[in-house]
């Protein structure tokens, strides 16, 4: 969230500096072509009547699909009923637009879940949280997975236990090392206890185990050496540091890896492999870039690059018409 705040209030104060006029609550319809060259888009702006903007290329950076139930009921119906981490308007629009004019659509059924989603709201625990030396228990207050695992795998660990959750549970020193806790605190997501026996009673979970779960943790961190799930990441702070506390988590929908074909230029790609002259994307909308499963920190590279890239190749092809 610190990164995607940083690139926006850079990218609007350009945006600001150069006058660029920006239209909200535009949604657009259609995507014009002439003769196979892409000339413009239908928009229905603020509700008003639809109405045809002409534009010598068009740039498509819509975002992915994962707040959309009716495509992950199509592609991935086993998601469909998972919060997501996405904002409201990531619904793949975007993606559908590109399609009616005939770009090639691929990788639909790739859709990352995120392990640690708070529930009620669909906020992201980020991994900083484990990263800071946070670990996993399930409702037994027991350890059962390498914490910093890929997503996909901690996500299939927390998904196999009886009520599909877990808590991530953490000391006062990881509350001061990875900050956005207390975001996390203001919306009321941490419980808390002086002792991890108080901590335990709080969430209820047997404090037996907890208490054990803590002591081997800290155990495998003064030897450097987590016998239980052979961690090796994020393995050299203790949780020792009162008060501790506790966050509930599960999985949601984070990130979609599906979406639309292009070129090394975010030209679209048809059906045959051939750019749709004058149609650029950059984005999650994409498709085929990030595989199976997305690397943290790969989307923003891939906007920063491909956006740019968008930018100056729908430009060059303006100048060059």
Avoid at 229 to 257: D, K, W
Avoid at 262 to 289: F, S
């Amino acid at each position: 969230a610190a990164i995607g705040g940083y690139l926006v209030k850079g990218l609007e104060r350009n945006v600001a500096e150069r006058k660029i006029p920006i239209f909200v609550n535009a949604d657009v319809k259609d995507i014009h072509t002439d003769n196979g060259v892409v000339d413009g888009v239908k928009v229905q702006i603020q509700g008003e009547k639809a109405k045809n903007i002409k534009a010598k290329a068009v740039i498509v950076t819509t975002g992915g699909y994962g707040a959309s139930k009716e495509i992950l009921a199509k592609y991935r119906p086993d998601l469909k009923d998972y919060v997501t981490t996405n904002s409201k308007g990531t619904t793949g629009d975007g993606i559908a637009l590109v399609e009616k004019l005939g770009g090639q659509i691929i990788d639909m059924d790739k859709v990352q879940i995120h392990p640690t989603v708070n529930q009620e709201k669909g906020i992201l625990i980020g991994e900083a949280v484990r990263g800071e030396g946070a670990i996993l228990v399930d409702d037994e207050g027991n350890r059962f997975v390498n914490e910093m695992d890929t997503r996909d795998k901690v996500s299939a660990a927390i998904n196999a236990l009886p009520k599909k959750r877990a808590y991530l549970i953490f000391d006062q020193g990881v509350r001061s090392r990875a900050t956005a806790i207390e975001f996390y605190a203001k919306q009321g997501y941490v419980k808390e206890g002086k002792t991890v026996a108080d901590l335990a009673k709080t969430i209820k979970v047997p404090k037996a185990n907890l208490e054990k779960a803590v002591a081997n943790w800290n155990k495998a961190v003064e030897s450097k050496q987590d016998s239980e799930f052979n961690r090796t990441t994020a393995i050299e702070h203790t949780l020792s540091t009162p008060n501790y506390y506790a966050i509930q988590i599960a999985p949601g929908v984070h990130y979609s890896m599906g979406g639309v074909k292009i070129n090394t230029n975010t030209e679209v790609l048809n059906k045959d492999n051939q750019p749709i002259k004058g149609l650029y994307v950059a984005g999650e909308l994409v498709g085929g870039l990030h595989g199976d499963n997305r690397i943290g920190g790969n989307s923003v590279a891939d906007i920063v690059i491909f956006g740019r890239q968008a930018g100056q190749q729908a430009a060059a092809f303006v100048k060059a018409q």
